[in-house]
């Protein structure tokens, strides 16, 4: 079987980012040879390099699998995946910074274990948005999370947790809930190492309940300028502060996730 079109597109980022870092200030030279040092057998793990993002993937999937599809097939299949977008977590270009990555997944922690949305697993996610309409929000950074649960939940249970997180004119629905069985491959999107742009533009084929013009919004590739100021927050954020487990034996998760926790150079 052939790599996967997403693997490609990961390796071919990864080189041209330590190739624009190997130009770059003295803490991107850094980065950009502790990129280039990883291997297989030597792992960088910096927050910045998708190829060991995907190995903490891979170890969160296994995490997922049995804390969360474990218990879900109990349960007929029942998981559900969750998003969510804090108002909070959009900042504007140059002031995003490891901070807010770490409020984020402390809060949906928070709202997670008190509302009961557990056992999940949740794991940072970022985008960058843009708005071509002239309506949206100015082009922003979107620090979010992206989750599974084991079952399903009914509006009054899912209710606290939405409550934790407000509406704003940056986000206008900040928390999703969707229900999936647990056989998809869901588990792998949610986890994964990839970050992209969202770009929204008008939608000339399609009109809104209202009778008005829609928008839609496409995935892109970022921006290099964008990948550039990435890579240097995910890396003083490290992999392992990526993931979270909420109603998880903390010692289960430690073992798991763990070895994650450290990059050679320091931040
Ligand atoms: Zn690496």
């Not at 029942?78 to 409020?103: F, H, N, Y």
């Not at 949610?190 to 084929?205: C, F, I, M, Q, S």
């Not at 919004?217 to 993931?243: C, K, N, W």
């Amino acid at each position: 079987m052939s790599e996967p079109y997403y693997l490609k597109a990961r390796r071919q980022n990864r080189r041209r980012l330590i190739g624009r870092l190997e130009h770059g200030s003295n803490a991107e030279r850094q980065l950009a040879a502790t990129l280039v040092a990883c291997t297989e057998a030597d792992p960088c793990l910096s927050g910045a390099c998708t190829e060991c993002g995907g190995l903490l993937q891979l170890a969160a999937l296994d995490l997922a699998n049995r804390f969360v599809r474990g218990p879900a097939r109990a349960l007929r299949g029942r998981m559900t995946m969750i998003t969510v977008v804090p108002s909070w977590g959009c900042v504007l270009p140059r002031e995003l910074d490891a901070a807010v990555c770490r409020r984020v997944l402390a809060a949906v922690k928070a709202a997670a274990v008190a509302s009961g949305i557990t056992p999940s697993i949740f794991s940072l996610d970022i985008s960058f948005n843009e708005d071509l309409t002239g309506k949206g929000p100015l082009p922003h950074w979107c620090v979010h999370a992206a989750g599974l649960a084991t079952d399903w939940f009914s509006p009054a249970q899912e209710r606290p947790f939405r409550a934790a997180f407000s509406r704003s004119s940056w986000v206008k629905r900040p928390v999703w809930f969707e229900r999936i069985d647990a056989s998809g491959a869901a588990d792998l999107y949610a986890l994964k190492p990839d970050r992209g742009r969202r770009v929204t533009v008008w939608n000339e084929r399609r009109l809104n309940a209202g009778g008005g013009p829609s928008t839609k919004t496409s995935p892109r590739g970022l921006r290099a300028i964008q990948a550039d100021e990435l890579a240097m927050v995910e890396h003083q954020l490290g992999l392992a502060g990526r993931v979270i487990g909420c109603g998880i034996d903390n010692d289960a998760v430690e073992r798991a996730l763990g070895g994650f926790n450290w990059a050679r150079d320091g931040p």
